[in-house]
């Protein structure tokens, strides 16, 4: 993808302005898509507003408001209400984008109208509340979406765009194994994550997870590195710090209670022969099958009896179509050692691709 400068006056290439809501999870998805544009150039926006509930109250009144046909002016001062001087300002100001990318309920708002105001194509990753996704010339969402009818504007994937590919995770690990100087020995890798209204990793479970891959570390003779999310108890930090960290067979931890710079899952996946995935973090378990590595997904306590249903139903086709297995403590040393051994090559996802070649298809129409 080449710098905004170089391409400005090149109208051969696709100009594509990406809003950004400030949060990773969100931000991440677009550039997982914008990596994939290898013949575009984009611009990121951050949008900030005045406070939460004029952002609130500004898509309540696009969403009543989108099908009248609303002055320029208006749609102008709709933006400058809402959001930060800064912010408006910059908005404002961006011109001659073919297309408009944005991730997260609270920056569709400011896509659409900015799409009306430029006539640019807008695009919208996941399901905006309370807008919907009607009014986007295009709508990528998971399959666990599940739409009862979707439109012409839809193109679903699998899971989640994201960063992750093979290439990326290889140079990562190659560039964490020679921190670890740990070249040549096997590696387990732990994503750890949390509480949601779905799933629960309680004190004790986090205690057998750690006594189960230290164990298996010991019987194999491989190295532990892992990282935790900021859904992580804090109690369960507290008993993997008491258990593993002090242990010569942790070689890496980052815990998302201390500061950190980057992101450590790229160098996780890159240098583990078989990383454990929570099963609460879909984002997570979106990125390990986007790797190409060996993948397992650990089922966790459930606070409703079959856990986060639509979600399940990902998994289940994803363990079915090679992407990744599953298993849950009881026999976490049995199915690390069969994954090791199977020389089977784990199917790569890519969703961010699927996105990527949609945004192609709806620029082309529109040029």
């Known amino acids: 993808m080449r710098n905004f400068r170089e391409t400005l006056h090149d109208p051969s290439f696709p100009r594509i302005l990406v809003l950004s809501d400030g949060k990773p999870g969100h931000y991440n998805q677009s550039l997982g898509i914008m990596d994939r544009m290898n013949h575009a150039f984009m611009r990121i926006i951050e949008i900030k507003f005045r406070r939460k509930w004029r952002d609130d109250l500004?898509?309540?009144?696009?969403?009543?408001?989108?099908?009248?046909?609303?002055?320029?002016?208006?749609?102008?001062?709709?933006?400058?209400?809402?959001?930060?001087?800064?912010?408006?300002?910059?908005?404002?100001?961006?011109?001659?984008?073919?297309?408009?990318?944005?991730?997260?309920s609270s920056v569709a708002v400011p896509n659409l109208l900015l799409g009306k105001l430029t006539g640019a194509k807008?695009?919208?990753?996941?399901?905006?509340?309370?807008?919907?996704?009607?009014?986007?010339?295009?709508?990528?969402?998971?399959?666990?979406?599940?739409?009862?009818?979707?439109?012409?504007?839809?193109?679903?994937?699998?899971?989640?765009?994201?960063?992750?590919?093979?290439?990326?995770?290889?140079?990562?690990?190659?560039?964490?194994?020679?921190?670890?100087?740990?070249?040549?020995?096997?590696?387990?890798?732990l994503l750890l994550g949390g509480e949601d209204p779905y799933y629960s990793i309680p004190p004790n479970m986090v205690t057998s997870l750690c006594d189960a891959l230290i164990g298996v570390c010991r019987e194999i003779d491989a190295y532990?590195?892992?990282?935790?999310?900021?859904?992580?108890?804090?109690?369960?930090?507290?008993?993997?710090?008491?258990?593993?960290?002090?242990?010569?067979?942790?070689?890496?931890?980052?815990?998302?209670?201390?500061?950190?710079?980057?992101?450590?899952?790229?160098?996780?996946?890159?240098?583990?022969?078989?990383?454990?995935?929570?099963?609460?973090?879909?984002?997570?378990?979106?990125?390990?099958?986007?790797?190409?590595?060996?993948?397992?997904?650990?089922?966790?306590?459930?606070k409703k009896k079959n856990g986060n249903p639509k979600r399940e139903r990902v998994y289940r086709l994803m363990v079915e179509r090679g992407y990744i297995r599953r298993t849950d403590i009881s026999n976490l040393k049995d199915a690390i050692q069969d994954l090791i051994h199977d020389a089977t090559e784990p199917k790569v996802l890519d969703d961010a691709q699927i996105a990527a070649d949609a945004l192609c298809r709806l620029i082309n129409a529109r040029r």
């Open 224 to 302: 532990l590195v892992l990282t935790t999310s900021r859904r992580t108890d804090p109690r369960a930090e507290d008993i993997i710090r008491a258990k593993v960290l002090n242990n010569p067979l942790c070689r890496f931890s980052v815990l998302a209670s201390q500061p950190q710079q980057g992101n450590p899952v790229p160098g996780i996946l890159g240098v583990s022969d078989v990383t454990i995935v929570t099963e609460d973090s879909f984002s997570m378990v979106c990125e390990a099958a986007s790797s190409g590595k060996k993948i397992m997904i650990l089922n966790v306590e459930r």
């Open 58 to 104: 500004l898509r309540v009144l696009t969403r009543l408001l989108y099908g009248i046909k609303l002055p320029r002016e208006i749609i102008k001062a709709m933006l400058k209400w809402a959001m930060e001087k800064s912010s408006a300002e910059t908005l404002l100001e961006a011109r001659n984008f073919d297309l408009i990318l944005s991730t997260g």
């Open 122 to 189: 807008t695009v919208v990753c996941t399901k905006p509340s309370p807008l919907g996704i009607r009014h986007f010339d295009l709508a990528i969402l998971p399959e666990h979406t599940r739409l009862r009818h979707p439109g012409k504007n839809v193109v679903m994937t699998f899971g989640v765009p994201n960063r992750i590919s093979p290439e990326y995770v290889r140079k990562a690990g190659i560039n964490l194994a020679s921190r670890l100087h740990i070249d040549g020995q096997r590696v387990i890798g």
